[in-house]
């Protein structure tokens, strides 16, 4: 059997070239980093359960009618995913303070927002992905303006359909990370969410007991990494009770 292409490898995943032209396979891999790599483990079954995890939310909105890349899972660590130039932002939504929100502007962890707040890290991990403005964004082309309009409404549709999911299972949804990525048909260009949404790119709380069950828990030290995402899975039905993330037992 041929070798399969390396198209590029990152922190948490690595892409090959898919089957079909404009496909790509996104490995889910089990290392976790923190802090621009500076804090990093791997941790098993961690990227088994973010494949699902990310195929779970990705398929719900395909469901809605919210564009991404996702097209299919094919194993328990990868999935098949269309090809897409991807903006080099990192899309920021949070509808309670924490992180480095809280730090920058000193408000309390879980301070409710008055209205979801939206912001933009440049994608260079050199620079560690620093905060930038709209006015960064447009001056130096990164997106243009209709781009930016595309970008909040596909982020506040992530941001609605998320958090009433993660609701009915007793999770706020407390800030997420996506990406976007451009894709070309024909004469025209969309955009679409891409990358991966997990509990690697979400804080996540228990709503009655505030038990963090995202990558806080590496970040902070703070217990089992695959506890806290199993629970998620287990919760949102895509593991089963009983599984774990290195036998895991699939129910579709
Ligand atoms: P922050 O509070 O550290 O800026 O993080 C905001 C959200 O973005 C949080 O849900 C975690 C996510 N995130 C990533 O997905 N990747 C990153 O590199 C960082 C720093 C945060």
């Not at 990494?225 to 593991?239: F, H, I, N, P």
Request: one cysteine or more.
């Amino acid at each position: 059997m041929a070798r399969r292409k390396k198209i590029y490898e990152g922190k948490a995943k690595t892409l090959f070239e898919g089957p079909e032209p404009g496909t790509i396979v996104q490995y889910f891999k089990d290392d976790a980093t923190a802090f621009n790599a500076e804090k990093r483990d791997v941790i098993e079954g961690k990227g088994v359960l973010n494949n699902m995890l990310s195929e779970f939310f990705m398929t719900g909105l395909s469901n809605i009618g919210v564009p991404n890349h996702f097209i299919r899972r094919l194993n328990m660590r990868e999935q098949l995913v269309r090809a897409c130039e991807i903006i080099p932002l990192e899309v920021i939504v949070r509808n309670f303070a924490a992180g480095s929100l809280s730090k920058r502007l000193g408000i309390e962890e879980g301070t409710p927002l008055p209205r979801p707040i939206i912001e933009y890290c440049y994608k260079d991990d050199k620079l560690g992905d620093p905060l930038v403005a709209e006015e960064h964004i447009a001056a130096f082309g990164w997106a243009s303006q209709q781009d930016m309009d595309d970008i909040v409404s596909l982020a506040l549709r992530v941001n609605d359909f998320m958090s009433g999911v993660l609701y009915g299972v007793g999770i706020k949804l407390v800030d997420f990370k996506i990406e976007i990525g451009r894709v070309y048909e024909g004469d025209f260009q969309r955009l679409i969410v891409a990358d991966e949404i997990s509990p690697d790119s979400c804080r996540l709380w228990d709503m009655e007991t505030g038990q963090k069950l995202d990558k806080d828990v590496f970040r902070r030290d703070l217990g089992s990494l695959t506890d806290a995402y199993s629970e998620v899975a287990k919760r949102l039905g895509v593991m089963p009770k009983g599984a774990t993330p290195m036998k895991p037992t699939l129910i579709n």
